[in-house]
Nanobody, 126 residues
Framework: QLQLVESGGGLVQPGGSLRLSCKASGFFLDYYSIGWFRQAPGKEREGVACMTSVDDKTYLVDSVKGQSTISRDGGDNTVYLQMNSPKPKDADVYTC???????????????????WGEGTQIAVSS
């Protein structure tokens, strides 16, 4: 019943940009902290960015600061991850997740998150 669906992935050229979307159904994302995660084949999942539920504070891991931003659109019940100039190292499966806490931390495994999407693939052409 509670569901997160990611979209916006695909092939992007170096120097380009894309925006990943995480749309919720069955609940309102405004009341949840949202995290974006990435995972490469054979690698463990790692957090990229998150946004708190109460005051929309945003946090990003150092590796994506200046490159990516996370934002929320309450009207669309959607959280976005804007990625500018992605590099081959950014070519992973990206998933979003929600938790009922009023805070979040980037770069974590995500054990505190309750609901997960299935992910969307990003590929970077060379």
């Amino acid at each position: 019943q509670l569901q997160l669906v990611e979209s916006g992935g695909g092939l992007v050229q170096p120097g380009g940009s894309l925006r990943l979307s995480c749309k919720a159904s069955g609940f309102f994302l405004d009341y949840y902290s949202i995290g974006w995660f990435r995972q490469a084949p054979g690698k463990e999942r790692e957090g990229v960015a998150c946004m708190t539920s109460v005051d929309d504070k945003t946090y990003l891991v150092d590796s994506v600061k200046g490159q990516s931003t996370i934002s929320r659109d309450g009207g669309d019940n959607t959280v976005y991850l804007q990625m500018n100039s992605p590099k081959p190292k950014d070519a992973d499966v990206y998933t979003c997740a929600a938790n009922a806490l009023e805070y979040c931390s980037p770069g974590v495994q995500g054990d505190e998150y309750d609901c997960w999407g299935e992910g969307t693939q990003i590929a970077v052409s060379s």
